[in-house]
């Protein structure tokens, strides 16, 4: 990990001493977020540049922040991704997941094989489906209720997550229904919450260049709206490092802001850092880079933290982007949530991410316990199912065989595997 030494070294000391040393603009900032303040978006985007003292204070401010906000407990949540079908023609210029219905690699899973999967996660321990897909030209404008129906029918009490905004608005076409409807539908049918990806950034002249514009910064908007309105909660995301900057950064995690002051229908925040490896963004675009710098991922983490306290106060550091090791750097730095098992995934690696499809609710534990950090077992909702104070969660393979060696834990040292460890 390419990380400025003295910076994280700098995070040992107390907050006071941290904060002392950095320059007097920044200072002001953060004392007035560590009184509790709002940090407007101009003072976002200053600490968004910082670099040195400055970064070490924003970095020790955010974890102070967390503390305050919700303790040193690290959550994560034991789910399963379902990808229904790899099959879309929207061509985004960020993604490889995406083929043509006639390829020899396309899939479109059926209800029941989707509900099989399910069943298979609820038996190893799985409270959750995150349930996404390509925007197949051929399903019928019932399939998304189908999927649920089936699912909910074979598995009860497994709370589905699914259906990004795109989806959403892809459905509303579909099913030539009004957006309130068909969301309304598709919570009476079991839909317990809803992925707020396709954000990306929140920005009209970034998105003409990730999108084409298909789905507008100001659709995106309105569908997160109407969900929160139909009482379906979501996450949010912001994905960063490619042809974006700090400017947009600190609008984005505004936009979310007031949204959440509105709707209060945000359970969590997860960046996502850009996969470029086998993006056509990448190949195509000049000046396009090659995903966030890990200063910027520590900086995404932590400034979000500070400018969402109050209003968003999960803030989840995703293992599959950063990878097991960065991801613990990160709970240091304002992060209180490791997400999920996951069990299987195919969106981040077709992109080029090279850590892994699942971290086993055992290997959590170890990674949090290492991170001198409380592991707890959540819901979707953020709602405590098990504190692993004491205790272990039970041992199980993981479900797709794994290359040899490439355990997610293997960075921990042998010392901090033994102190993690608890029977």
């Not at 409270?127 to 649920?148: K, M, S």
Request: proline letters at 5%; hydrophobic letters at 40%; charged letters at 25%.
């Amino acid at each position: 990990m390419s990380i400025d030494l003295e910076v994280m070294k700098q995070l040992e000391n107390r907050p006071d001493e941290v904060l002392t040393r950095a320059s007097s603009t920044v200072r002001a900032i953060l004392e007035r977020a560590l009184a509790g303040g709002e940090i407007s978006r101009e003072a976002g985007e200053v600490l968004f540049n910082t670099e040195g003292a400055d970064l070490s204070a924003v970095l020790k401010a955010a974890d102070t922040v967390r503390r305050e906000r919700v303790g040193d407990r690290v959550t994560f949540v034991t789910v399963r991704n379902i990808n229904f079908t790899n099959v879309c023609y929207m061509a985004c210029q960020f993604c490889n997941f995406g083929v043509r219905k006639e390829a020899g690699s396309a899939e479109l899973l059926t209800p029941e094989q989707v509900a099989t999967r399910a069943e298979e996660a609820w038996n190893r321990g799985g409270t959750e489906v995150c349930i996404q897909g390509g925007l197949h030209p051929d399903i019928p404008g019932d399939y998304y209720v189908q999927l649920l129906r089936a699912v909910k029918k074979r598995v009860p009490k497994m709370h589905v997550h699914a259906f990004s905004p795109f989806e959403i608005w892809y459905g509303v076409r579909k099913s030539r229904m009004p957006l309130d409807d068909f969301l309304a539908m598709l919570r009476d049918e079991g839909l317990g919450s809803m992925p707020g990806t396709a954000a990306e950034i929140l920005d009209t002249e970034i998105r003409l260049q990730l999108t084409r514009n298909k789905l507008s910064a100001d659709e995106w908007e309105k569908i997160i709206r109407a969900a929160h309105r139909q009482k379906i909660p979501t996450t949010s995301t912001i994905m960063y490092g490619h042809i974006d900057g700090p400017s947009h950064w600190a609008a984005h995690i505004d936009r979310l802001r007031s949204i959440q002051k509105d709707t209060g229908g945000f359970t969590e925040l997860v960046p996502l850092g850009f996969i470029h490896e086998n993006t056509r963004l990448y190949r195509n675009v000049p000046g396009v880079r090659p995903g966030p710098s890990m200063t910027e991922n520590l900086k995404m983490h932590a400034v979000a933290r500070i400018m969402l306290q109050g209003y968003i106060d999960n803030i989840q550091a995703s293992w599959v982007k950063l990878g097991p090791e960065m991801a613990q750097t990160m709970l240091a730095c304002g992060v209180n949530d490791l997400g999920g098992t996951l069990m299987n995934e195919s969106i981040s690696r077709a992109a080029g991410a090279k850590h892994g499809q699942e971290i086993t609710p055992l290997e959590m534990v170890r990674i949090i316990r290492a991170a001198g950090r409380i592991p707890v077992q959540r819901n979707t909702l953020y709602q405590t199912l098990e504190d692993f104070t004491d205790h272990d969660p039970p041992e199980i393979e993981p479900l797709v065989e794994r290359a040899c060696g490439a355990s997610p834990v293997a960075f921990l040292t042998q010392t901090e595997l033994q102190q993690a460890a608890r029977s």
